[in-house]
């Protein structure tokens, strides 16, 4: 299983806008991703209600991981657009 850490980078969490932001680019990443607080249960990455239900606050620690063989580039894009607060999915790391 690959796995990514990272601080939520938006100042305001995962909610609304930054949670839609993520799970259209969770979506887009064509792997099976969970999202969890790093000491809570994972979550389907691709569900705005779940990644909503998190309740992840700024600067908070959140893990990224799949069970798909091809993860790694995906996760890295997942977890430096939550790191930097990014408005949109990086083309490439």
Known sequence: MAERRANVGWAEGLHARPASIF?????ASGVPVT??????DPV???????VL??????GEEIVLASEADDAEAA??????????????????V
Do not use: F
Request: glycine share 12%.
């Open 23 to 27: 799970v259209r680019a969770a979506t």
């Open 35 to 40: 999202i969890a607080k790093a000491d809570g």
């Open 44 to 50: 389907n990455a691709a569900s705005m209600l779940a």
């Open 53 to 58: 239900g998190l309740g992840a606050q700024g």
């Open 75 to 92: 996760l890295d894009r997942l977890a430096k657009l939550v790191a930097e607060g990014l408005e949109e999915l990086p083309e490439t």
